[in-house]
């Protein structure tokens, strides 16, 4: 079997150039490179410390450094071994220079500064974990978003991703025969969106749950395909009674989820400004 090296290169954590990398990767069948992840590459002497392990294993590099000494020495270096090197800030960051007609600033980490927006993160984060599966709901008002659905409709991964994003999300279970909060109800400023899911990967799902737990799955309600499809249908005539939106995470990741719930929000934050 060929083993195939790739090579990715920041001056930060990291986080871009491995997202942008496993985006491209997945277009490829079969391929699954050796990732050799280099982090925090902040002076030159790193750099040739970098190339030297390039050319043990040589592979396509990857990399998001802004500092134009560190990048020229990291070009030359891959250059010399004859191994492709590829910018993948360059573009995005030439054409907004262009546009603005603005100098790049050329410092390495900004995006990562402890800023306002990293406060808000910090905060948002919290908030979702102090508000997780309808916990303290005395303060659901001051959520952005406020998720509702049955069990393992992939509610507290998204609103931890969504905190992640700077939004503050709550969520709350919905459970045939138990009462929502009454806050729930009330809330007038946060987007409430309800999640549903085909009842038969519903069904899997909790299955697996149940198993990974080691608990009888033969036993409850919780995995009863009947009882599943009356969850689904209590919860779908809630959504429909409060005119909340509903999104569907059958076969949607945890950003897919995200990215709807966004979209959404803008869309309500842009009717409330008008």
């Given at each position: 079997?060929?083993?195939?090296?790739?090579?990715?290169?920041?001056?930060?954590?990291?986080?871009?150039?491995?997202?942008?990398?496993?985006?491209?990767?997945?277009?490829?069948?079969?391929?699954?490179?050796?990732?050799?992840?280099?982090?925090?590459?902040?002076?030159?002497?790193?750099?040739?410390?970098?190339?030297?392990?390039?050319?043990?294993?040589?592979?396509?590099?990857?990399?998001t450094?802004?500092?134009?000494?560190?990048?020229?020495?990291?070009?030359?270096?891959?250059?010399?071994?004859?191994?492709?090197?590829?910018?993948?800030?360059?573009?995005?960051?030439?054409?907004?220079?262009?546009?603005?007609?603005?100098?790049?600033?050329?410092?390495?980490?900004?995006?990562?500064?402890?800023?306002?927006?990293?406060?808000?993160?910090?905060?948002?984060?919290?908030?979702?974990?102090?508000?997780?599966?309808?916990?303290?709901?005395?303060?659901?008002?001051?959520?952005?978003?406020?998720?509702?659905?049955?069990?393992?409709?992939?509610?507290?991964?998204?609103?931890?991703?969504?905190?992640?994003?700077?939004?503050?999300?709550?969520?709350?279970?919905?459970?045939?025969?138990?009462?929502?909060?009454?806050?729930?109800?009330?809330?007038?400023?946060?987007?409430?969106?309800?999640?549903?899911?085909?009842?038969?990967?519903?069904?899997?799902?909790?299955?697996?749950?149940?198993?990974?737990l080691?608990?009888?799955?033969?036993?409850?309600?919780?995995?009863?395909?009947?009882?599943?499809?009356?969850?689904?249908t209590?919860?779908?005539?809630?959504?429909?009674?409060?005119?909340?939106?509903?999104?569907?995470?059958?076969?949607?990741?945890?950003?897919?989820?995200?990215?709807?719930?966004?979209?959404?929000?803008?869309?309500?934050?842009?009717?409330?400004?008008?």
């Open positions: 079997m060929t083993v195939y090296h790739m090579h990715l290169v920041s001056d930060a954590t990291g986080e871009t150039v491995n997202s942008v990398a496993r985006a491209c990767l997945v277009q490829f069948k079969d391929i699954d490179p050796v990732e050799h992840n280099w982090t925090l590459i902040r002076t030159k002497g790193q750099v040739e410390k970098v190339v030297r392990a390039i050319a043990d294993n040589p592979g396509p590099v990857l990399f450094m802004v500092n134009n000494e560190l990048r020229v020495a990291l070009l030359d270096g891959c250059r010399a071994i004859g191994v492709p090197c590829i910018s993948l800030l360059d573009p995005v960051i030439h054409t907004l220079a262009g546009h603005f007609n603005v100098e790049v600033r050329g410092q390495p980490g900004l995006q990562h500064e402890l800023d306002a927006e990293y406060f808000e993160r910090i905060e948002a984060m919290n908030y979702a974990m102090l508000h997780d599966d309808g916990q303290h709901t005395q303060d659901l008002n001051e959520a952005d978003v406020i998720l509702c659905g049955v069990s393992r409709t992939s509610k507290t991964p998204t609103c931890i991703y969504l905190a992640n994003r700077g939004i503050k999300a709550a969520n709350v279970p919905v459970v045939p025969g138990c009462p929502l909060p009454n806050e729930l109800f009330t809330a007038n400023a946060p987007l409430i969106v309800g999640l549903t899911k085909d009842p038969q990967r519903l069904l899997q799902v909790r299955r697996n749950r149940l198993r990974i080691g608990q009888d799955d033969d036993a409850t309600d919780y995995v009863d395909p009947d009882a599943i499809r009356e969850e689904l209590f919860a779908r005539r809630l959504y429909t009674s409060n005119d909340w939106p509903v999104i569907d995470v059958t076969r949607r990741s945890i950003e897919e989820i995200a990215a709807a719930i966004m979209n959404l929000y803008a869309a309500e934050r842009g009717r409330a400004a008008e």
